[in-house]
């Protein structure tokens, strides 16, 4: 659980990604307190792997990943973005590879405790089931 500067910290950087555009702050403040901490990934690892179990998704702090399906490349991730979390909503295998190209540091939520804020908060249901299907329009163009 973030607490004091960590969870002032956590607040400033979600409220920085467009996934939580017009969230309010009771949400972003339930988000924060889910965080399970952070992580950094090296040059040239996978924060995750296509066909994994989803248990968990991220927000990435500084740092840029490629983003592979089907072992095509379909974009890229970088600082101030969630990735990640589409696989928790209905608990079907990582849907894509995440390789870091630079080094990543990225707050880690654990699939449990989001799933325990969501319940607290549809609108914050709403607002990242809005970005997933942004994301999944935007992904959909590039096939």
């Keep these: 659980m973030a607490t004091g500067y960590e969870r002032a910290f956590v607040m400033q950087v979600l409220g920085s990604l467009t996934t939580f555009e017009g969230c309010r702050q009771e949400d972003l403040?339930?988000?924060?307190?889910?965080?399970?901490?952070?992580?950094?990934v090296k040059t040239g690892d996978a924060l995750c792997t296509e066909g994994d179990d989803a248990d968990r998704w991220w927000v990435v702090i500084a740092?840029?990943?490629?983003?592979?399906?089907?072992?095509?490349?379909?974009?890229s991730i970088g600082k101030y973005e969630a990735v990640g979390e589409l696989a928790l909503f209905d608990d079907q295998p990582r849907s894509a590879t995440i390789t870091a190209t630079e080094d990543l540091d990225v707050l880690v939520?654990?699939?449990?405790?989001?799933?325990?804020v969501i319940h607290s908060s549809p609108a914050l249901a709403v607002t990242l089931l809005k970005s997933a299907a942004r994301r999944l329009r935007e992904t959909n163009a590039l096939v």
């Design 109 to 116: 939520f654990d699939k449990a405790n989001f799933v325990e």
């Design 63 to 75: 740092g840029r990943a490629e983003v592979t399906a089907n072992d095509k490349s379909v974009g």
């Design 29 to 40: 403040q339930m988000l924060a307190d889910a965080v399970e901490g952070r992580s950094l």
